[in-house]
C-alpha cells in the first residue's frame, strides 16, 4: 500500500495539484469511505475515525459531501413518508 500511496503522490505532484487540494481530496474520499461502509450512519463512522460525531458533522460540511449519495436504500425520515405507510405500520 506504501508503494500505491508513492505513486499516487508523485502523480499528484506531477500534475500540479496544490497541498491543501490533495489533503482536502484525501479527507473526502477517506470520510466518504467511512460513511458508506456505515450505511450513512455518522455516530458509527465518527467512532471509526477516531473522532466526534459534531467535528464528524463539521467535517462533512466543510467538504461539501453530499449525504444522500452516500445513504443508498436507507429509510426516509418520519417526516418524508407518507402518512398512511405510517398509520398502516402501527397496526
Known sequence: MKDQLEALVQQMHKSGILYSEAVREFKKRFVCTVLQE???NQCKAARELGMHRNTLSRTISELKIDLRALNGARRPPR???PLALEKKAAR
Open 79 to 81: 417526516s418524508a413518508r
Open 38 to 40: 456505515n450505511s450513512g
